[in-house]
């Protein structure tokens, strides 16, 4: 006979059954937890200030989903501003989907949005780009574009709202993934940068925070469905990283028979982050410079993400199109 | 007993011996329990939930890979 009932509250009906504390919680107790651990993340790492102006990314995936409506809190409270922006990359049949849900989200928070799109910025769509490499030598992966095109938008928008922070929902699996990744691989100069927040390097590039880093994924799942939002559950067409879902695999796995293996696998990498900094930080090369055509810091005259933007539109698709 | 099990789009009538959990189907189903989360009659429940005849289990997956 297993117990129903709320160890937090004495309700006859549990939703989870962590075994990592031994805690079995009710939907209401259960988002309770979720949002408090949330909020002391920010607190303890001194995520937000404030006053602080939070710009978060908006994909319409569970995590950004859990991640605007915990900060949407502290804006209720007058402690933050908060937009969210969501980018819309082309990639038909996926995207369209994500982009409608973040839409109802931002609208139902009473949040700010901003959607900005490849298509306009660029004047090409992830899926116009990756249909005219086919039967080309020099094939990139998508995620490759993506991610580059992403963080560039991504950085554009924060300046353009004067955004004092950037948010992004990643979990504790995803970190978790990454520092066992890294650490296999041996990508030491990686690893350094994995972390609550990114260090502002210069005036130009927004800091980073990462509030949900404390949350398992499955958990971050479980709190949108109890909070009652519709979810873009479905991966993307182009999703690829094998690796990183071998680990994701392997880790999950290991989970089942030890409950805490995530949690100690982040504390224990926060412990000796400081002396890997130590030694290796200090060899990293620190962009100095603004790119010309769009501002980014830059280590040259002009950024890799322009200098990618030159290549699609020259050698990819000849329009001759430099710059939207 | 016989349970409807909804996974996605895909509906469809089961039968199952008596006395199961949640847990059980799943792994009979072979579906990874760690990336999904589970209904039953719209209601959520944990792993260890006792499936009844007539149930009907909604298998929503929160995780890719696995
Ligand atoms: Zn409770
Ligand atoms: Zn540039």
Redesign the interface.
């Known amino acids: 006979m297993?117990d129903?009932t709320c160890t937090q509250c004495g309700y006859e009906?549990?939703?989870?059954?962590r075994k990592s504390n031994g805690q079995?919680l009710c939907?209401s107790c259960f988002k309770d937890s979720i949002e408090k651990k949330v909020l002391k993340t920010i607190r303890k790492n001194k995520l937000v200030t404030k006053g602080d102006k939070v710009l978060v990314g908006l994909s319409g995936g569970?995590d950004s989903v859990a991640l605007v409506n915990i900060l949407n809190i502290l804006k209720e409270k007058g402690i933050i501003e908060l937009e969210a922006i969501t980018i819309d990359e082309g990639i038909s049949g996926y995207r369209e989907e994500g982009v409608r849900i973040a839409k109802d989200v931002a609208k139902r928070l009473n949040v700010k949005h901003h959607i900005v799109s490849f298509d306009e910025k660029y004047d090409f769509t992830l899926d116009k780009i990756m249909e005219a490499q086919k039967g080309k030598d020099d094939h990139q992966h998508a995620c490759t574009f993506c991610g580059v095109f992403r963080r560039q938008l991504f950085n554009q928008v924060a300046r353009d709202v004067n955004a004092s922070k950037i948010a992004t929902g990643h979990n504790l699996?995803d970190e978790t993934q990454s520092i066992v990744m890294n650490y296999l691989e041996g990508n030491i100069h990686n690893m350094v940068r994995i972390g609550y927040k990114t260090e502002a390097r210069d005036e130009h590039f927004t800091p980073k925070i990462k509030p949900l880093r404390e949350i398992p994924?499955?958990e971050?799942?479980?709190y949108v469905?109890?909070s009652g939002f519709e979810v873009h559950?479905d991966?993307c067409p182009y999703?690829h990283e094998s690796f990183r879902?071998e680990i994701?695999?392997f880790i999950?796995?290991l989970?089942?028979k030890h409950p805490t293996i995530m949690y100690s696998t982040l504390n224990n990498f926060e412990k000796i982050k400081p002396a890997i900094k130590k030694e290796y930080d200090k060899k990293h090369v620190v962009p100095n410079g603004t790119c010309e055509v769009c501002g980014e810091p830059a280590s040259q005259s002009i950024c890799k993400s322009c200098k990618f933007l030159e290549k699609i539109h020259n050698e990819l698709l000849n329009d001759g199109n430099q710059n939207g | 007993m016989s349970i409807t099990l909804i996974n996605k789009k895909d509906v469809k009538e089961i039968e199952y011996e008596e006395n199961l959990t949640v847990e059980d189907i799943l792994k009979k189903e072979d579906i990874p329990i760690e990336t999904v989360v589970v209904k039953i009659n719209d209601q959520t429940v944990t792993e260890d939930e006792k499936v009844n005849d007539n149930d009907k289990m909604e298998i929503i997956k929160v995780i890719y890979g696995g």
């Open positions: 297993t129903n009906h549990v939703v989870i059954n079995r939907s569970k699996d994924e499955k971050i799942g479980l469905l109890e559950f991966g999703a879902m994701g695999d999950r796995e989970n089942l």
